[in-house]
T-cell receptor, first 114, second 111 residues
Framework: DAGVTQSPTHLIKTRGQHVTLRCSPI?????VSWYQQVLGQGPQFIFQ???????GRGNFPDRFSARQFPNYSSELNVNALLLGDSALYLC?????????????FGPGTRLTVL | RKEVEQDPGPFNVPEGATVAFNCTYS??????FFWYRQDCRKEPKLLMS?????NEDGRFTAQLNRASQYISLLIRDSKLSDSATYLC????????????WGAGTKLIIKP
């Protein structure tokens, strides 16, 4: 079975632009979480979705938004990009009933904002 | 104070040696604990869960000390392939039970 997949793998944007990142969870997993990992730090939680509903939101500005589709795939959108948004964006899926015991990550999307 | 703290390292260790690192957490009500491994520019991968009684998986042993609020990871007979960053993860006790991550400890195994 395929693991968590993310697209694109790399992305370069300029300040002020908008970006959409995509994630497909492991088959059968209904929960998707998004994390931002800045170089040298651990992942920081952004959002969790379960059964197409937002179950959790981290301390990120409203420029960050996400949604989950009926097939449980998910998109993360970031508006008005800032230099500080440059990071590895990780998507994780879990069977989860809203309380992830452990998560399995995709390879991430590396976003560079110039 | 950070919710989950780790020594960033790097720990430079000769192949075959035993190495241990700790992680401290601030919320005494935390329930679940994990160690993840992350290779350079790759995604984190679950190494092992940490149980109250301690647990072992091959060369890896994880311990939990609730009284002192720390978890540890011991790696015996270290291999070159163990070189990676080890991330301590705690499941929070907020309403969403989200995972809270340490910044990681970098381990370098030298031949």
């Amino acid at each position: 079975d395929a693991g968590v997949t993310q697209s694109p793998t790399h992305l370069i944007k300029t300040r002020g632009q908008h970006v959409t990142l995509r994630c497909s969870p492991i088959s059968g997993h209904k929960s998707v979480s998004w994390y931002q990992q800045v170089l040298g730090q651990g992942p920081q939680f952004i959002f969790q979705y379960y059964e197409k509903e937002e179950r959790g939101r981290g301390n990120f500005p409203d420029r960050f938004s996400a949604r989950q589709f009926p097939n449980y795939s998910s998109e993360l959108n970031v508006n008005a990009l800032l230099l500080g948004d440059s990071a590895l964006y990780l998507c994780a899926s879990s069977l989860g009933s809203g309380a992830p015991r452990s998560q399995y990550f995709g390879p991430g999307t590396r976003l560079t904002v110039l | 104070r950070k919710e989950v703290e780790q020594d960033p390292g790097p720990f430079n260790v000769p192949e075959g040696a035993t190495v241990a690192f700790n992680c401290t957490y601030s919320n005494s009500a935390s329930q679940s604990f994990f160690w993840y491994r992350q290779d350079c520019r790759k995604e984190p991968k679950l190494l092992m869960s940490v149980y109250s009684s301690g647990n072992e998986d091959g060369r890896f042993t994880a311990q939990l000390n609730r009284a002192s609020q720390y978890i540890s990871l011991l790696i015996r007979d270290s291999k070159l392939s163990d070189s990676a960053t080890y991330l301590c993860v705690v499941r929070g006790m907020d309403s969403n039970y989200q995972l809270i991550w340490g910044a990681g400890t970098k381990l370098i195994i030298k031949p």
